[in-house]
C-alpha cells in the first residue's frame, strides 16, 4: 500500500526506503494481527517515520479499505 501511495502522489520510493519500510512495518506489524483496522494505524506509522510527505495519501486507502473489509467479512 505505501508503494501505491508513493505513487498515486507522484513521488516514487527508492529502494533503501522501501527496504527500510519494508523492516520496520514487519516489526510494527507483530501487533496489529487481531485488530481491526489496524493496518491502517500501522502504515500511517510506517508513513510518518519514512516519508512523512505520504501520511496524506493513507487517506485514499481508507475509503478503499472500507469496501475490501466489507468483502474481507464475507468469509467469516
Given amino acids: 500500500a505505501s508503494l501505491f501511495i508513493a505513487s498515486a502522489m507522484g513521488t516514487p520510493m527508492s529502494i533503501p526506503e522501501q527496504i527500510g519500510l519494508m523492516i520496520f512495518m514487519?516489526?510494527?506489524s507483530k501487533g496489529a494481527a487481531g485488530v481491526t483496522g489496524?493496518?491502517?494505524a500501522t502504515l500511517a506509522g510506517?508513513?510518518?517515520?519514512?516519508?512523512?510527505?505520504l501520511v496524506n495519501?493513507?487517506?485514499?486507502?481508507v475509503g478503499i479499505d472500507r469496501f475490501m473489509s466489507e468483502a474481507r467479512a464475507v468469509t467469516n
Avoid at 510506517?46 to 510527505?53: E, F, T
Avoid at 495519501?57 to 486507502?61: A, T, Y
Wanted: proline share 5%; charged share 10%.
Fill in 46 to 53: 510506517g508513513l510518518s517515520a519514512y516519508r512523512p510527505d
Fill in 26 to 28: 514487519i516489526i510494527a
Fill in 38 to 40: 489496524a493496518g491502517l
Fill in 57 to 61: 495519501g493513507v487517506g485514499v486507502i
